[in-house]
């Protein structure tokens, strides 16, 4: 599931209205980045997403 690890921040569910103002179903998604993050002086592979990478709660490694 495109869920964050760090934050829990998921898909969001809203409406797309067309020029004739018709409104119709849509999903926003998160943009997840599969990372390797060292935890606990471990190394896991975890779902983030890119505003947890920028704002530094998570530490990427190479």
């Known amino acids: 599931m495109a869920k964050c690890d760090i934050c829990g921040k998921k898909p969001q569910f809203g409406k797309q209205i067309s020029h004739s103002h018709k409104l119709s179903n849509r999903k926003f998604s998160v943009n997840i980045q599969k990372v390797r993050v060292k935890i606990d002086h471990t190394i896991r592979t975890m ?8 704002s530094g709660k998570v530490q990427k490694l190479a």
């Open 47 to 54: 779902n983030v997403c890119t505003k947890c990478l920028k």
